[in-house]
């Protein structure tokens, strides 16, 4: 845990060293629902979070999350991620765009707009929790399990204001750590679920959709 | 959940669909300048609202606050809570069901009197069964849960303001050592807001 903060602290640091003048260190606070797709659960979960971006460079923002996410398991188990990370939004276009009126200066400040789509790539890194367990008494199973992540994909914003947008991505979350999945077996029409927990790396991944809105409310630096 | 993934699509492309024709980009904000109807800058409300739960008898009423603030010309962060009534979940499958959320909302209108809206918020719900609806007592539990809504407040009186509006509450609870149970529930609510604005003049209408 201290590794993380110091590595936070440290490329805080950094960002000002590397961001343009022009277009970084604009801060967005932000919330999200995500949809985990595809899971060893079978079924989709839902899950709710928070976000901050700090944009380092012309085409370049970053993306600092969280998640909690519960999936149903085909009514006999829950399956809870939590998931901490980063990732790196590299914009396919630039969001803004800079207009001057007739007669203004050529030093005169200009107006900001904004492209109504800006879609763009990701990809990045995470913490994440796993926890099963079965929905049924009285024989209670369950597995847990503390793992890393990458992650990649693509988004796009939807500019709704000056300061607000509105972004849709997918990404697919694959897991670094240990195996941790439940199988649904169904024998004479009784769901019976089991659990299994296997040591040692198993790249295991779900595809992760999620539906975020952003508030732009300071520019850093 | 399948239904929560198609409501994100459908919100996101409605948020889209409107967005589109009306210029909501600071280079379009000179054409107002001429609206004399109050521009709202924060409002908030409490009130009543009933709780339409699929598969479930009886109505839940819950407590209703809300608080929002323009934060672009025609996009508002609110925050909701709705609490539970004790009094009303006789015969329900929860006891305790509150729920948190916060999220935007676009607005049709900017200035005017009457003010259509659509938007989304994501939260969470603490909730709790009924346990002599189930054989045995669960603790209550923490879940996500998204809530997308469309309503309209009319901006009549200086400092005050009526609404209507409908939420609907997509997810599920679950509860230790036992399936987990939809929350997924309509509610309507109304009534009178408090708000404070910029209060050049009085509204073109009403």
């Known amino acids: 845990m201290k590794r993380i903060v110091v590595f936070i602290f440290l490329l805080a640091l950094a960002a000002p060293s590397f961001a343009q003048q022009k277009y970084g260190g604009v801060f967005s606070l932000g919330i999200r629902t995500t949809s985990s797709l595809f899971t060893q659960a079978g079924s989709p979960g839902m899950g709710v979070g928070g976000q901050f971006r700090l944009r380092m460079l012309r085409l ?30 590299f914009y396919l276009r630039e969001p803004e765009v800079f207009t001057s009126s007739p007669g203004d200066a050529a030093n005169a400040p200009k107006q900001i707009t904004y492209h109504r789509f800006t879609p763009y790539l990701l990809a990045g890194h995470c913490f994440d929790y796993t926890w099963i367990r079965s929905a049924t008494i009285p024989v209670y199973t369950e597995a847990k399990r ?6 990649a994909g693509a988004g796009v914003h939807f500019h709704l204001g000056a300061r607000t947008d509105l972004s849709c991505s997918a990404q697919y979350m694959m897991h670094l750590g240990d195996d941790v999945h439940a199988h649904v077996k169904e024998v004479n ?33 | 959940m399948v239904k929560q993934f198609l409501s994100m699509l459908f919100v996101a492309g409605v948020f889209c669909a409107m967005a589109s024709p ?55 962060l609110r925050g909701d809570a709705f609490m539970m009534l004790p009094s ?44 002599t609806l189930i054989s045995y007592e669960t603790a209550p539990a923490v879940n996500p849960l998204f809530m997308p809504h469309i309503g309209c407040r009319v901006f009549a009186e200086q400092w005050f303001y009526f609404f209507a509006e409908a939420n609907y509450n997509l997810g599920k609870h679950f509860p230790e050592n036992h399936p987990a149970v939809s929350f997924s529930e309509l509610r309507i609510s109304a009534g009178l807001g408090f708000q404070f604005s910029k209060m050049k003049a009085k509204p073109k209408t009403l």
């Not at chain 1, 503390?146 to 992650?151: P, T």
């Not at chain 2, 009130?47 to 010309?73: C, W």
């Not at chain 2, 009303?88 to 209108?109: E, K």
């Open chain 1, 60 to 89: 370049v923002n970053t993306e600092w999350f969280a998640d909690y996410i519960n999936t149903d398991i085909d009514g006999i188990g829950h399956r809870t991620d939590a998931h901490i990370g980063w990732s790196v939004m």
């Open chain 1, 189 to 221: 029409g009784v769901k019976t679920l089991e659990i299994e927990q296997h040591q040692g790396f198993s790249p295991e991944g779900h595809l992760l959709l999620t539906l975020s809105a952003n508030f732009r409310i300071a520019d850093l630096w």
């Open chain 2, 88 to 131: 009303s979940n006789d015969g329900h499958i929860f006891d305790m069901h509150h729920t948190f959320s916060a999220g935007p909302s676009l607005h049709f209108t900017h200035g005017q009197a009457v003010d259509p809206y659509i938007g989304f918020g994501v939260g969470f719900s603490y909730s709790q069964l009924k346990p």
């Open chain 1, 146 to 151: 503390w793992s890393s992540a990458v992650q």
């Open chain 2, 22 to 76: 009306l210029h909501a980009f600071t280079g379009a904000d000179k054409g107002d300048k001429n609206s004399t109807a109050h521009y709202p800058q924060f409002g908030a409300t409490a009130t009543f609202a009933p709780g339409f739960m699929r598969n479930q008898e009886p109505l839940s009423f819950y407590l209703h606050g809300q608080a929002f603030v323009f934060i672009d010309k025609r996009v508002s």
